[in-house]
């Protein structure tokens, strides 16, 4: 008969003791110790219980187990960034969503979005006058834009890109009446939130219409008078002018709704908003819900222009241009290319399957 090795004491037979436990309980054990020598002051620590600890973040299993193709698939799938056949097909349930909002919800959502956006002008002008550097409030404006868009506001720029894109895509019940009603209540809710603004702030800038506008209300007052009246005063080209400034601005201001769909962290949001909000107030672009706190405060404050100026070598002009250019340099083009993506050539020629990565931009 052979001779049998000792059992040690507390290991039973048929397990070999702790070597031999499940990986997970284990791997809690070393990190319950690792723990109990930090709180408890002890400054040792076997290092060769280091090695084999795999941290876990909230949770999360390994994906070692897993093939190489499903790892891949789903680290993507946590990242940051959303690729932009997502966000596309966000945009288009975005802009369905809107068509189908109730008429209470689009009003106040855009009432808010209205009121916050002038105060982030008012902020930014009063910035550069007391600095003295128009960058500095054009870096900081953007704040405004990025707490409406994190509140779940809307704006008619954003709209003018959003929701006809559920129209191009013939989704069930948005049509043309749907369209333009969202529209128009959008509009009428900035307007009251920019209004609104325009009233407390000119308050503010004249000790309740006591005194004098100081020095931020006389620049709006310039403002309000160099792009009405100077426009007016220009001619075609002024208007010319007017309307591609209106056009580039929602460019890029509808680049910043879209940008933020980019990314699923409140970070990555506000950093993709804030680049091209930054852009199109430094390069001076018109922006129908800026310019309806713009002008209607000059007016309070005393400016030397009217409201019939105000809409019609302003804002009726820049409505056009802001739904020109979101609409076509952003929601038409993005819904083209992402959205209703035509086929590789390599899958035309081979008749194949084809690697998604064929359609990505190229590095």
């Known amino acids: 008969m052979l001779h049998q090795k000792p059992q040690r004491r507390g290991v039973k037979s048929g397990h070999a003791g702790r070597c031999r436990e499940a ?27 280091l090695v084999p600890i795999k941290v876990q973040i909230n949770g999360a299993r390994s994906l070692n187990h897993l093939p190489a193709k499903e790892r891949t698939r789903r680290r993507t799938f946590e990242m940051s960034y959303i690729q932009p056949q997502e966000f596309a097909t966000k945009m ?11 008429t209470k919800d689009t009003l106040i959502r855009a009432y808010m979005a209205g009121a916050i956006l002038a105060l982030a002008a008012a902020f930014a002008v009063t910035v550069a006058v007391n600095t003295g550097q128009f960058i500095i409030g054009a870096l900081l ?15 008619l720029t954003g709209v003018f890109t959003l929701v006809p894109l559920a129209l191009f895509d013939k989704r069930p019940g948005v049509t043309t009446k749907g369209m333009l009603r969202n529209w128009g209540l959008v509009f009428v809710g900035n307007f009251a939130g920019a209004m609104t603004t325009a009233i407390f702030m000119a308050i503010t800038f004249t000790m309740g219409f ?55 962290s409140v970070s990555g949001k506000i950093m993709a908003m804030w680049m091209p909000i ?11 819900i800026v310019n309806m706190f713009l ?6 404050l005393g ?3 009217t409201w019939g100026d105000y809409l019609m070598y302003n804002e009726i002009p820049t409505v056009i241009g802001n739904l020109v250019g979101g609409l076509t340099f952003v929601g038409a083009m993005l819904y083209a290319t992402h959205y209703k993506m035509s086929p590789s050539r ?7 399957p084809v690697s998604p990565l064929v359609s990505g931009p190229a590095e």
């Open 23 to 49: 990986p997970g309980r284990l791997r809690q054990k070393r990190f319950a110790f690792f723990m109990a020598s930090r709180t408890s002051g002890r400054h040792f620590f076997p290092i060769s219980l």
């Open 92 to 102: 288009v349930d975005a802009g369905e969503a809107k068509v189908f909002m109730s």
């Open 141 to 155: 404006f953007p704040v405004g834009f990025s707490m409406l868009y994190l509140l779940g506001f809307d704006l």
């Open 210 to 264: 006591t005194l004098e506008p100081n020095a931020v209300g006389a620049r709006l007052m310039d403002i309000g008078h160099s792009r009405t009246v100077g426009y007016a005063e220009a001619g075609a080209g002024g208007m010319l002018t007017l309307f591609v400034r209106a056009v580039m601005c929602n460019w890029m201001v509808s680049t910043g709704v879209v940008a933020a769909m980019m990314s699923s």
């Open 278 to 288: 930054l852009v199109f107030f430094y390069l001076g672009f018109e922006h129908s």
């Open 295 to 300: 002008f209607p405060i000059g007016i309070l």
């Open 303 to 305: 400016a030397d222009f």
């Open 346 to 352: 390599r899958q035309l020629d081979s008749h194949g």
